[in-house]
């Protein structure tokens, strides 16, 4: 598949690194692609490029942003590249301000929301936000069972090519419902963060699961 990545950070890089280990075809979009030329070097198959560039590319769009640069990530973009695909958005819409991480917005909205509502004319689906960067496409590697990864989206079809990537690398995916469950799935990524940083914030090996009786 041909995956464009807007945002160049940890988990841009990192998702690029493991879709063409994967097998998939990768544009990173970012507003400065000359930084990357380093990384591009070390990992063949991985092109870096302008956002625009990016959207374009990419059947599928993953958007790894921080969350104040999203709207302008986007709009560099150009929403009119976005329009019919997939949008996997793994934003999580944080706030430092008080030296403990928070949500900048939540209970009546969420980043899902507000992604969709910015590029109407995409698919956008919310997943992957609730886990480290570099276990987003390795879930095998968690002990203790088939870890969950919780979805959400206004479009089945779109849930439906996110859910056959998560699960091909190994995560249980579980639909929550429509993009308005963002409102639910983005303070769970504060409760992975939130536990992460009591422990220090060395150890990240933790995700999610449901269990079921
Ligand atoms: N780090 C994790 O393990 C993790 C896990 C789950 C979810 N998340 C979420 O995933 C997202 C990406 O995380 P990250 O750690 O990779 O973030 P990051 O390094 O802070 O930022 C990612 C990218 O956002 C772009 N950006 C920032 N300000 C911008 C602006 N004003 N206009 C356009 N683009 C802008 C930059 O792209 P360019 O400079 O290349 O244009 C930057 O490389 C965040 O929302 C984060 O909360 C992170």
């Excluded at 419902?177 to 422990?199: C, Q, V």
């Amino acid at each position: 598949m041909r995956v464009g990545i807007i945002g160049s950070g940890m988990v841009g890089q990192t998702l690029a690194a493991d879709l063409v280990r994967l097998g998939h075809a990768v544009v990173t979009g970012t507003r400065g692609p000359g930084k990357l030329e380093a990384f591009v070097a070390e990992h063949s198959g991985v092109r870096a490029a302008s956002n625009a560039e990016a959207a374009a590319f990419g059947e599928m769009v993953l958007l790894a942003t921080n969350w104040e640069g999203t709207r302008e990530a986007l709009d560099l973009a150009g929403p009119g590249n976005l329009n019919g695909k997939v949008v996997v958005d793994i934003t999580n819409p944080l706030d430092f301000s008080t030296g403990r991480p928070a949500l900048a917005l939540s209970w009546n909205t969420s980043a899902g929301e507000q992604v969709q509502g910015w590029i109407p004319g995409a698919r956008v689906v919310k997943a992957l936000n609730t886990v480290t960067a570099d276990a987003m496409l390795k879930p095998r590697e968690f002990t203790g069972g088939e870890p969950d990864m919780f979805i959400a989206g206004n479009d089945a079809a779109a849930k439906g090519e996110v859910t056959q990537l998560l699960e091909s690398v190994g995560w249980g995916v579980v639909d929550l419902g429509d993009i308005t469950m963002s409102r639910l799935i983005e303070p769970l990524a504060l409760i992975w963060i939130t536990h992460g940083f009591n422990l220090g914030w060395t150890k990240r090996n933790h995700a999610f699961k449901l269990l079921n009786r």
